[in-house]
């Protein structure tokens, strides 16, 4: 066992390293969606190749999901986090230097997957530094990390992008990976992953896909937890990467003022992520899930009927609160499903082939919008919030706050 296995690092070290790899992941997809139009005109791009950009940034995170999950639970959270960090920086500086549509997509692609392993292992980290007490709220301030970074994308992207360019501005995006790595300097694993260090090492990947699938239970809520990390992504990316240009070409916005909506949303769905791991820390979670979807069902439909944009820009505050204040769960919620050998894969694996599904979000809602309307889109949106109701009543598990074990779901 190696010295950085022996030492255990603290609480407050861990929600920091977890919060600002995730951070990182916001401020990247963010920046990309405000620069899509100048990448658009640099490169001559089409509409379609645009929206590829973002897609296959996810297709990638899905790829890094799966094999650093996997990497996680054999080598260390800390570890492996760090490598992802590395890998994400040289492929978005790449980014900086590409000369056309295809060399573009491949550096996106390989920062995705860099990307890929930073929810994840961030939240396993999270459960194995915190006690199960308090693991709703905790996972949900990793969430909140993501609309961190997506806060500050808002704020400075319009502030730089006319003067240093979207090649300055993917530079620009190596800043956070940078301070990701500074944090997570000389930390050492959580006490959770080193007392069952040699089962860690010891599991095949398909060994550790299998345990997510081991019995009818297991198997039910695997499907469960897709189905709500397939619809949250999907909502949340289709929302957020056509928003700034659905309120430039239909009520002039400028730049500044698109980040100044971008900017209102996500301060409600951090309200929302930090409401959300506050109730299910003192009620049943399943029951708060029901609620915040409730909630989205309703939020959209209302928010596609609107055409005043000042009545848009608070109405879109609390649509957020509902659509991503969900996000506050998912990473206790596969903690607590899943045992410890297996934690990290099962969130990766799980949100990261839900965020490949979301992936989808933009291209859809952006079809829909040339062949109906964007309402039509927006309101069309909502239905898929159902399907997580379902999901929750029928297939999640009930059970919550449970302490590490090596043992079955409850």
């Not at 928003?243 to 430039?248: E, I, T, V």
């Not at 916005?253 to 409600?268: H, N």
């Not at 499903?337 to 297996?342: D, G, M, R, W």
């Amino acid at each position: 066992m190696t010295q950085s296995l022996k030492k255990s690092v603290t609480p407050g070290k861990a929600m920091l390293a977890a919060i600002g790899g995730y951070a990182m992941d916001g401020f990247d997809l963010l920046i990309l969606g405000f620069m899509l139009p100048a990448i658009s005109l640099s490169l001559a791009l089409t509409p379609s190749q645009a929206g590829s950009l973002v897609t296959w940034t996810l297709i990638g995170a899905v790829i890094g999901g799966v094999v650093f999950g996997h990497l996680s639970d054999r080598l260390g959270r800390i570890r492996v986090l760090t490598f992802t960090i590395l890998m994400f920086a040289v492929f978005t500086g790449l980014c900086a230097v590409a000369q056309g549509y295809w060399d573009l997509l491949t550096y996106r692609t390989l920062a995705g997957v860099g990307l890929g392993g930073e929810f994840g292992i961030g939240m396993a980290l999270i459960a194995e530094a915190w006690p199960a007490s308090k693991r709703n709220r905790a996972s949900a301030w990793v969430g909140i990390g993501w609309q961190l970074g997506v806060l500050l994308a808002a704020f400075i992207t319009p502030l730089l992008l006319g003067y240093i360019g979207w090649r300055g501005m993917f530079l620009v995006g190596l800043l956070p990976a940078v301070a990701s790595f500074m944090i997570r300097r000389g930390l050492g694993e959580p006490e959770g992953f080193t007392r069952h260090v040699d089962v860690h090492q010891g599991l095949s990947f398909a060994a550790r896909l299998k345990l997510l699938f081991k019995d009818a239970a297991t198997a039910k809520a695997s499907l469960g937890i897709f189905i709500l990390c397939s619809v949250q992504n999907f909502g949340y990316y289709g929302l957020m990467i056509w928003m700034p240009a659905y309120l430039s070409s239909s009520f002039g916005f400028s730049l500044t003022k698109s980040g100044l909506w971008t900017a209102v949303t996500v301060v409600g769905m951090t309200f929302g992520i930090w409401l959300f791991g506050m109730l299910a820390d003192r009620f049943a979670r399943w029951k708060i899930f029901l609620l915040y979807q409730t909630g989205a069902v309703a939020m959209v439909i209302l928010y596609a009927q609107l055409r005043d944009p000042m009545v848009m820009l608070f109405t879109g505050a609390v649509m957020g609160m509902f659509v991503n204040g969900m996000i506050g769960g998912y990473g206790a919620l596969i903690s607590d499903t899943y045992p410890v050998q297996v934690r990290a894969t099962a969130q990766n694996v799980l949100f990261n082939l839900g965020r490949g599904v979301g992936g989808f979000g933009p291209l859809v809602i952006g079809l829909l919008a040339v062949k109906l309307s964007f309402g039509a889109a927006i309101t069309l949106l909502a239905l898929i919030y159902l399907l997580d109701i379902i999901a929750t009543l029928f297939l999640l598990p009930k059970t919550q706050g449970k302490e590490d074990a090596l043992g079955a779901i409850g």
